[in-house]
């Protein structure tokens, strides 16, 4: 029961996995986990150097609080310090039980979790839910092992965005099947903002952004047999202005991967297909194909190597053909 409740609590959070258990006892279990990632990278941004990449660092701290044999108090803080400024982007509590898990707050939206691509960075125009986080959101997790369901909504605030998203899926025998769903209004909402001064220094303040209405879904499949992993998935995005309802961007997206472990090393190949419409752009296409190797050092530890193409088309005509990145991951 309780292993079960601590599995939900991890899952509704998002965060990474609990590395380091501080405290349990007394119903009480607080762990501590974190990850440090940098990179040496060469992206497919047009006339830049390769450099070092800070692609990552959180910390984590998760509790679970077991106030009866069917039900117990969970909760979380996470922070990111990819730049100099520390960024507190969790904070929630809520409930966990044999029927679910319930969580309010600063949270990762179900939608994070989409997505099929084994790449590190080179993998491009692969689906994108914009925005998958929220400060004012209330999340549900479901999953018995084989069924597995959950939905978040963002409630509206200051920013006027406002989101929601779900998954149903269902796995056996190494087939696991899911559907994402997401809905959003006024993403990047900007609402008034000043824009100078006049000459005796009263602030001039103009409309804002009025930002995008987004929906799409994103239909993913993974089967997985000894130590090969196949996936594939295919989705479509429609980005609309929300004032005026035009339509920026309509895309559908496919994706099929797959890759291979030999002991600690693992071999991953990767293509990615858009099409669609593009305000100002027409009709659009575009290819993208990545191949990456992974060598786990340490359950905590793994290095990589991932080179990338893109066929450069009119939608993406500010990036080179090919692109690298080699990384160190540490995660405890």
């Avoid at 899926?169 to 824009?195: C, N």
């Avoid at 804002?208 to 987004?214: Q, V």
């Amino acid at each position: 029961m309780k292993k079960t409740l601590l599995a939900l609590a991890v899952v509704a959070a998002g965060s990474a996995n609990a590395g380091i258990n501080l405290y349990d006892a007394n119903g009480v279990k607080v762990d501590l986990s974190g990850a440090v990632e940098v990179q040496l990278y060469d992206g497919y941004a047009k006339n830049e150097d390769t450099t070092i990449r800070l692609d990552d660092g959180d910390l984590s701290l998760n509790a679970s609080v077991a106030v009866s044999d069917s039900l117990s108090v969970v909760s979380g803080t996470a922070f990111k310090y990819e730049s100099k400024e520390v960024k507190n982007d969790e904070l929630w509590l809520g409930f966990a039980s044999d029927f679910g898990t319930l969580t309010f707050g600063r949270q990762l939206l179900v939608s994070d979790d989409s997505g099929i691509g084994k790449d590190y960075e080179m993998g491009l125009e692969q689906i994108s839910f914009a925005q998958t986080e929220g400060d004012r959101a209330i999340k549900y997790v479901y999953d018995n092992g084989t069924f597995y369901a959950a939905a978040s909504h963002n409630l509206g605030s200051d920013d006027k965005t406002e989101i929601t998203d779900g998954r149903l899926g269902f796995r056996t025998a190494g087939l696991d099947v899911r559907v994402y769903g997401y809905d959003a209004e006024r993403v990047g909402y900007k609402g008034l903002v000043e824009s100078g001064e006049t000459a005796d220094g009263t602030p001039i303040i103009i409309p804002g952004k009025a930002g995008d209405d987004i929906r799409g879904y994103n239909l993913e499949a993974e089967y997985a047999f000894g130590d090969v992993n196949l996936a594939a998935s295919f989705g479509q995005m429609k980005y609309k202005e929300s004032d005026t309802k035009k339509v920026q961007k309509d895309l559908d997206l496919y994706e099929v991967n797959g890759s291979y472990t030999l002991d600690k090393t693992t071999f991953a190949l990767g293509y990615v297909h858009a099409n669609g419409h593009h305000d100002g752009k027409g009709k659009v296409q575009h290819d993208n194909v990545y191949a990456n190797v992974t060598q786990q050092l340490h359950s905590n530890v793994k290095a990589y190597a991932e080179v990338g193409y893109s066929d450069n088309d009119k939608v993406f005509d500010e990036i080179e053909e090919f692109g690298y990145v080699a990384g160190l991951e540490v995660k405890f």
